[in-house]
DNA sequence: GTGGTCACG
DNA sequence: ACGTACGTGACCACT
């Protein structure tokens, strides 16, 4: 038996899940939620259980948590129990009956996990329920003043309420997985994990080491690890340490360690197949739904930048890119394809957009490789584009290290890192204060645009995105230099990050609406940032396809004329992108 | 619960 | 003289 409790008054309604209602009251109910604004705390949890379970519909609902998110956008701080705490004298609510839960526990040696919630008896949950609902009545009436904020007004209307409806739809519609590809890619996984740890022990000093210790190796185990490397093989630190001193032993590390010893590759290699299994084959497999599909979460308020963020079953939003093993394990239904739409390079589209930097717009505009337009704007190649990347690749790469790289507002010590990483070659300090300085003679007004808006942040502690959203960094006037500035790179960088990522949200809410509207049979199932993934019937392709493309390049104050973000669609029966079959056989 | 590592954009 | 690239979430070992 399910049900809720209600705290009600003319201007609104709020509800918590509790125990029995009869057919009468629920006729009442959906009048009432049909006619007045139904406030819930997290509303894309809670709603979404009672239209799914009761069959309501709430044409008009307010969320106390994505308030509290345009309040303060800073994660961890927006749960009812602890907003309660803060802003009403009932903080301490919930410890009766949370007190009763541990009695019980204690008395019928119940383990957390398999605590049924429905044994609470109806006197303690009473208060409990209506307590949530009268908790969360107080907090609308606290933090609706927000909208009196016209730019975050405009944030919860047009991203926030409307892409809780989306996200309900995309959660409910679940991730595609093929039950088959998963055992045959955990099961290879398991293998070449047995053989990278029998490989281990093939040298003979990890088996003295073994012994020496007096029990067994553990490669997960970085304190095991340091010992085995530093201490008994003594291979020579490279010099990182972890945040508290100790020598790294990361995948980098790593990498240059393995020139000494043949462990480190080993390690390298039960590392990242472990991962795989672990984190995802062996996560996915029992979660699944009777349909083969894996329900998890996106969050609309988990980022202070206003990306989502992914949280639950699995997080959608890491899911490894270039190891075809579980992207191949997402298959369309037969008759269906995945469809994966990508935004390229949306920040730096955003940022040329904001800066009002021709030059960077012209860039968009040609529609020639990206990379290498700049690059050869940069430098002044003597060559076409088309042949930058063949014959000044190392140009091409600097170039778009400083692309990212200034987005996030990083210096020349960055900068040569990263383009050495990449290239393999040494690219020093100077090398790349220059390429910065010719960089920014390129795009002047780039420049401008950032030390401007360095500027305001450092003065102001706070910034709005250009769609409304606000980050605020009190942090700006710490006494720290280095946390200083890293509030003022976070601020620049929340601007195009931010801006970019909305223009995928809008675009997908849009298409999610025009979806239902016209009974298509498509099912959006993922955003990641800045692209959208959804399993399409063959027969829809074309027109989904042409649809998203519309929504996500439609002019939202954001777009270059004639040269609207570019989008790239990858289309296949799996989202690996054919790439499973030719590593596993064809048959699965 | 914290630290280390690693997965993503 | 020093620090110095943004934003996330999950798993594992260890305390």
């Not at 006729?27 to 009672?50: P, R």
């Not at 956008?73 to 749960?79: D, R, S, V």
């Not at 529609?367 to 002044?380: C, E, L, P, R």
Request: glycine share 6%; with cysteine.
């Amino acid at each position: 038996m399910l049900g809720f409790s209600l705290a009600y008054n003319d201007k609104c309604g709020a509800y918590i899940d509790t125990d029995c209602f009869d057919e009468t009251t629920e006729a009442l109910l959906q009048e009432l939620f049909t006619k007045k604004i139904v406030v819930f705390h997290n509303a894309k949890f809670d709603m979404a259980f009672f239209e799914y379970h009761f069959g309501f519909k709430f044409p008009r609902f307010e969320d106390t948590m994505l308030l509290h998110y345009l309040i303060d956008e800073n994660p961890g701080g927006h749960g009812l129990k602890q907003l309660t705490l803060k802003f009403t004298p009932f903080g301490d609510y919930e410890k009766p009956m949370y007190e009763w839960i541990d009695n019980y526990r204690k008395e019928h040696g119940i383990l957390k996990d398999q605590f049924n919630w429905g044994d609470i008896p109806f006197d303690v949950m009473k208060t409990y329920a209506a307590m949530d609902a009268l908790a969360t009545f107080l907090l609308y009436e606290k933090f609706i003043k927000i909208k009196q904020n016209p730019k975050l007004l405009w944030v919860y209307e047009n991203i926030l309420i409307p892409g809780t409806r989306f996200l309900i739809d995309t959660q409910d519609n679940g991730v595609p997985f093929d039950k088959k590809r998963l055992y045959v890619a955990q099961e290879a996984m398991q293998n070449d994990i047995d053989e990278a740890i029998a490989a281990l022990y093939e040298n003979e000093k990890v088996r003295r080491f073994e012994e020496l210790n007096g029990k067994s190796f553990n490669p997960n185990s970085t304190v095991q690890l340091r010992s085995l490397l530093f201490d008994y093989l003594g291979l020579n630190p490279t010099g990182k340490k972890t945040g508290t001193g100790a020598d790294s032993t990361d995948a980098e590390v790593l990498k240059e360690l393995a020139l000494q010893s043949d462990v480190p590759q080993r390690i390298l290699d039960i590392r990242q197949k472990s991962k795989i299994k672990n984190t995802y084959l062996d996560k996915i497999i029992p979660q699944l739904d009777r349909d083969s599909r894996l329900r998890t979460g996106f969050n609309l308020h988990g980022t202070t930048s206003g990306r989502l963020s992914s949280s639950g079953k699995l997080n959608m939003q890491q899911l490894p890119r270039d190891n075809p093993t579980v992207k191949g394990c997402i298959k369309a239904a037969p008759g269906h394809k995945i469809v994966a739409m990508d935004l390229t390079t949306a920040e730096v589209y955003v940022a040329a957009i904001l800066a009002k930097d021709e030059a960077l717009m012209d860039v968009f505009k040609s529609g020639g490789n990206f990379h290498s337009t700049i690059a050869h704007k940069v430098f002044n190649l003597p060559c076409e584009v088309e042949e930058v990347a063949e014959l000044y690749p190392d140009r091409r790469q600097a170039a778009k290290a400083v692309t990212f790289g200034i987005m996030y507002g990083a210096g020349p010590a960055k900068i040569s890192e990263q383009v050495t990483k990449d290239s393999g070659k040494v690219f020093t300090k100077q090398e790349a204060a220059e390429t910065i300085n010719d960089y920014f003679k390129t795009f002047h007004k780039l420049r401008k645009w950032i030390d401007d808006n360095q500027k305001f942040i450092e003065h102001n502690g706070f910034i709005y995105s250009y769609y409304g959203r606000k980050r605020r960094l009190p942090n700006v006037a710490s006494s720290d230099a280095g946390i200083r500035s890293h509030s003022i790179r976070s601020g620049l960088n929340f601007l195009v990050q931010s801006a970019a990522s909305d223009i995928n949200l809008l675009g997908a809410i849009d298409m999610g609406a025009y979806i239902k509207a016209n009974n298509m049979k498509s099912r959006i199932f993922a955003l990641v940032h800045d692209s959208i993934l959804a399993e399409v019937p063959e027969e829809e392709i074309d027109h989904y396809c042409e649809k998203l493309l519309h929504f996500v390049q439609m002019d939202r104050g954001l777009t270059i004329p004639g040269a609207p973000v570019g989008c790239d669609f990858e289309i296949d029966e799996d989202y690996s992108m054919g790439k499973f079959t030719k590593m596993y056989g064809t048959d699965v």
